[in-house]
């Protein structure tokens, strides 16, 4: 079932601060430039509504956390979320994660890199856009500093042993330890609004952190196409 569109953030808010375009920014992007002070950055790949966006910079004041959203209406209604709290240690960006990550992040530049609920691309045709290849991973691992932790969290168990066998591929990473759930002590006390809805189904979760080791990942940031722009 396709997803219903978004609603539009609050008209009279100020947009500019929170949420940026990926093919405004430049190449290679420093992503502590786009916050008023330097801190750790985390990035959450796939914002969709900004449940984690918003939750993680309240909780984690010490931390900006950067987000990468490729529908312009989602990341809209994120940017809107981020400008009503007034967050100034969180941003969404409108674009590609695969390609921010790819070809535009530079080495060892993240404390975090979060992937939550990622499209499962059911369709055989379609499993080459799953955006945890061990193409991805490897650039993930090329990005993340050593010690820091990349998270999966999936509904798909199939997805999810096809994701930790990439990245064990990779040589990368220490082997992947089970992220507790927590309780929810609220109605927004989830990481996201899909796992809100998965676990109120009484559905099955598979959350996995994987720490990045000390191994050079061997590959460079991959050369720009002619149009960066979000892919349709």
Do not use: Q
Request: glycine content about 8%.
């Amino acid at each position: 079932m396709p997803r219903r569109p978004p609603r539009k953030p609050d008209p009279t808010l100020d947009l500019t601060t929170h949420l940026l375009d990926v093919r405004r920014l430049p190449v290679p992007f420093d992503p502590h430039s786009v916050f008023p002070r330097r801190a750790a950055v985390e990035l959450e790949v796939g914002s969709g509504k900004g449940l984690f966006l918003v939750a993680a910079s309240r909780r984690h004041p010490d931390r900006d956390f950067l987000g990468v959203e490729i529908s312009g209406g989602y990341a809209r209604l994120c940017g809107g979320k981020l400008a009503a709290a007034a967050a100034a240690n969180a941003r969404v960006l409108h674009g590609d994660g695969t390609f921010l990550v790819r070809g535009m992040l530079p080495d060892a530049c993240l404390a975090g890199m979060h992937v939550y609920f990622p499209d499962p691309w059911w369709k055989a045709r379609h499993r080459k856009r799953r955006v945890l290849s061990e193409d991805f991973l490897v650039h993930a691992g090329r990005v993340l500093a050593t010690g820091s932790l990349l998270h999966v969290w999936t509904d798909v168990e199939e997805y999810f042993i096809e994701s930790m066998a990439a990245a064990r591929a990779t040589g990368l990473f220490a082997a992947p330890r089970e992220e507790p759930a927590g309780e929810p002590e609220h109605d927004l006390d989830y990481r996201t609004h899909f796992e809100r809805r998965t676990r109120l189904a009484g559905a099955p979760v598979w959350r996995a952190a994987l720490e990045r080791n000390d191994r050079p990942a061997g590959c460079e940031r991959v050369a720009p196409p002619s149009d960066t722009g979000p892919a349709a």
